[in-house]
Structures are given as structure tokens and as C-alpha cells.
């Protein structure tokens, strides 16, 4: 079963960029998953365990480095990827 989640970082701190950029970078070295990033949000595709076993690890190691952040997630069934539509 795939899944699609889209997911936002919002890190209390002063220097967010290089902490959400972070978090971004870890996500993508999975390459069973899909990841495109916007300017709101983080969209990952990929098979449902994967994807959500990726999220759980990546948000516990943002907590590990960082003392408070809010994750704001949206999960969906399916791989709703542009480039499953598209092909």
C-alpha cells in the first residue's frame, strides 16, 4: 500500500532555514522514496511503511538536535505523486 504525506517543519527557533533544510536532507537520502519540496511543505510518496517509518525516525532525530519544533502533517492513501499521474 502506498501512502502521501505532506509535512511542514516550523522549528522555535530564530535560525529555522538551516534546521527545516536539515530535516529535508534526511528525508531525501531515503531513495525508496519520492520527496519534492515546495516553499509551504515537504510532499513524500512511497510505499506506506517506508514512508511513515522514515517520518517517525527523522522527527525524533529533529527533537534529538533541536529543543522545540511543530510538525504539521497531512497523510493520505495512495501515491499522489505528479509523476504517477503524469505517467
Partial sequence: MDATVEISMYPL???????????????????????????LSTQIFG??????????TEIK?????QNQAIFVMKVLHGNLSPSKANG
Fill in 47 to 56: 510505499e506506506y511503511d517506508e514512508v511513515m517509518r522514515t517520518v517517525q
Fill in 61 to 65: 532525530k529533529s527533537y534529538e538536535k
Fill in 13 to 39: 527557533n530564530n535560525q529555522y532555514i538551516p534546521i527545516i533544510q536539515d530535516f529535508i536532507d534526511r528525508v531525501s537520502e531515503n531513495k525508496q522514496l519520492e520527496v519534492i519540496v515546495n516553499t
